[in-house]
């Protein structure tokens, strides 16, 4: 398979997939709870002239064919409606706490990733050594724990107990910190979040780096090399590691759509403004057409995702191209 027909494939996969979230989308916040107005009115008492009003509004009292139409194009468009609870554009709502999310899962993966990798590789390495076991075990034993029991251990201990970090939230209210006092201020209250989110991840990614690099320097290639004379520390450097990490680069490539969608808790331990939290706010209304959004947002990266790791997969290893 050539690499143009391999990657046309993958796309194509991506826009299947898309599509399929697009019409699950429409029937899962429309259909299957039962009409998102009467819901809304229950929740808020409201009289049937409102209701009435409401359903006009919008656009429920059209036939589901024209309602999942017009669906289809103001997604396309970038309307997603606007939310119950804050009286705003959903694709507004959504943008403003897109970036706590993306710092928060941006440095828990670098360093869960780094951390994960450099103890996979010196566990495989010296396999079976003490450092090996204690490593490897407690990075599961922090992988097998909840992530919100996790997070509220360590608000307990670290932020309620000994006070060394904030107990919520990204900034300190009316502080009015700028410059670097601003910025010192969003590391203190990302650090309990982003250290939960981290110990979470780092079992997984030990273990996968730790049994690819163990796969690895059983292959013939490196016994030649050490035959001609190289450096341990060479062929590990130049030769083991750089093949073991394609799984742990795929890993990484996945779980960051997911990891986006799955910080929900720790968010809402933390009270992390992020999507998790928003999250969590639109379910307790019910805001239909904030959960839509953010069921399309978390779908779609996850979608991107997994295309990245495919194609990332593929341009490291040729034979997938080939297969």
Known sequence: MGTRRYLAGKVAQAVLTLLFVLVFNFFLFRVIPGDPAQILARAKHLPKEAIVQLTEDFGLNEPLPKQFALYVEDTVTGNLGISYKFRRPVADVIASRVWPTVLLVG?????????GLLIGIYGAWRRGSKLDLSTLGTSLVFYAMPEFWLGILLLMGL?????????GGIVTPGAGF???AAATD???HLFLPAITLTLALIGEYALIMRSSLLDVMGEDYLVTARAKGLRDALVLRR???RNALLP??????LNLGFVVSGAITVELVFSWPGL?????EAASVPDFP??????LLFSVTVIIANLAADLIYGYLDPRVRSA
Do not use: E, R, S
């Open 107 to 115: 440095v828990a993966t670098l360093a869960a990733t780094a951390i």
């Open 239 to 241: 030769h083991a590691v």
């Open 248 to 253: 742990t680069v795929t890993l990484v490539a």
């Open 186 to 188: 969003v590391l203190n």
């Open 290 to 295: 904030l959960l839509q959004g953010l069921f």
């Open 276 to 280: 998790g939290l928003l999250t969590a």
């Open 178 to 180: 700028t410059g670097l």
């Open 159 to 167: 932020a309620a107990g000994l006070g060394w970090f904030p107990t």
